[in-house]
């Protein structure tokens, strides 16, 4: 293992600090993580990054900012002062986070006759089914975060109830048929070309006059944007779409 990471050819050979590197990844690393050991590199935390959600943490609840955190909390709050009708949703979850934050601001309201559905496939995105569909991430392992994990998350805030439900496998699968008949907030995070086209073709209909729906990555992937583009157009819709960050977008449902 030590030689196949040590091949001559290797550019990372010619520079002592690119060695040490290589070999932590390549050697180090795997071994760590046979035993649950994670090796990280410290670094100074940094509120602009943060604010904008461009830190990619290594532990954390959510990579995306603070913006957009105070987005969900402006949509979810405005919902419960107009009484739109339905639930929350998120399809991209990852580690929780932003899903975690929807059930805490019902909490907070006190409301108990919503529910928090939290769908993603909790292994990871799936390989895109062509390069215009997106990036490769599929190998990535810092973006994939298992059920349990996700629940435990939700559990640290005691926020697990019966007020949160999972949606567990990919969008093509489980969104058509999802047991949801209303939504008040439909968060898309699912990055790729199928996956935001899936969620709007599935769940779009079932958001409330009134309602919100918000993009993550409407502008940083331009497939993102293409599917949101090509979904509105399919449907002859137009909506005013409001910037977040350099991210994120989200728009409201017109009412009757
Ligand atoms: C960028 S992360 C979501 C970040 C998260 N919203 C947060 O607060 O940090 C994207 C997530 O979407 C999920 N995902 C992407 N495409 C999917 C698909 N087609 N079906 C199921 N899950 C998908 C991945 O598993 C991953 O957890």
Same mark, same amino acid.
């Given at each position: 293992?030590?030689?196949?990471?040590?091949q001559?050819?290797d550019?990372?050979?010619?520079? =002592? &600090?690119? $060695? /040490?590197? @290589?070999?932590?990844? %390549?050697?180090?690393?795997?071994?760590?993580? !046979?035993?649950? +050991?994670?090796?990280?590199?410290?670094?100074?935390?940094?509120?602009?990054?943060?604010?904008?959600?461009?830190?990619?943490?290594?532990?954390?609840?959510?990579?995306?900012?603070?913006?957009?955190?105070?987005?969900?909390?402006?949509?979810?709050?405005?919902?419960?002062?107009?009484?739109? =009708? &339905?639930? $929350? /949703?998120? @399809?991209?979850?990852? %580690?929780?986070?932003?899903?975690?934050?929807? !059930?805490?601001? +019902?909490?907070?309201?006190?409301?108990?006759?919503r529910?928090?559905?939290?769908?993603?496939?909790?292994?990871?995105?799936?390989?895109?089914a062509s390069?215009?569909?997106?990036?490769?991430?599929?190998?990535?392992?810092?973006?994939?975060?298992?059920?349990?994990?996700?629940?435990?998350?939700?559990?640290?805030?005691?926020?697990?109830?019966?007020?949160?439900?999972?949606?567990?496998?990919?969008?093509?699968?489980t +969104?058509?048929?999802?047991?949801?008949?209303?939504?008040?907030?439909?968060?898309?995070?699912?990055?790729?070309?199928?996956?935001?086209?899936?969620?709007?073709?599935?769940?779009?209909?079932?958001?409330?006059?009134?309602?919100?729906?918000?993009?993550?990555?409407y502008?940083a992937?331009e497939?993102?944007?293409?599917?949101?583009?090509?979904?509105?157009?399919?449907?002859?819709?137009?909506?005013?779409?409001?910037?977040?960050?350099?991210?994120?977008?989200?728009?409201?449902v017109?009412?009757?």
């Open positions: 293992m030590v030689e196949a990471a040590l001559p050819a550019r990372s050979l010619r520079r =002592p &600090g690119r $060695l /040490a590197k @290589a070999l932590a990844r %390549r050697v180090l690393v795997p071994l760590l993580g !046979r035993r649950d +050991l994670l090796l990280v590199k410290r670094r100074p935390f940094d509120p602009g990054l943060r604010a904008e959600g461009r830190d990619a943490p290594c532990f954390g609840y959510t990579m995306i900012g603070l913006r957009r955190l105070a987005n969900i909390r402006h949509c979810v709050e405005d919902v419960l002062a107009r009484s739109v =009708p &339905g639930d $929350l /949703a998120e @399809a991209g979850v990852w %580690r929780g986070g932003a899903a975690i934050f929807m !059930r805490a601001l +019902l909490a907070v309201h006190g409301v108990t006759d529910t928090v559905w939290v769908a993603d496939s909790f292994r990871g995105l799936p390989a895109p390069p215009q569909d997106g990036d490769d991430f599929s190998q990535h392992a810092y973006l994939r975060a298992d059920r349990r994990q996700v629940m435990a998350n939700f559990q640290r805030f005691g926020l697990l109830d019966g007020q949160v439900r999972f949606l567990e496998g990919w969008f093509k699968d +969104l058509p048929t999802a047991p949801i008949e209303r939504l008040a907030v439909l968060r898309l995070d699912g990055d790729l070309y199928s996956s935001t086209l899936e969620t709007l073709r599935s769940l779009y209909d079932r958001v409330s006059p009134g309602g919100y729906v918000i993009v993550d990555d502008h992937y497939y993102c944007r293409r599917a949101v583009t090509d979904f509105l157009r399919e449907r002859g819709l137009a909506p005013a779409l409001t910037t977040i960050d350099w991210a994120g977008v989200y728009w409201q017109p009412g009757p």
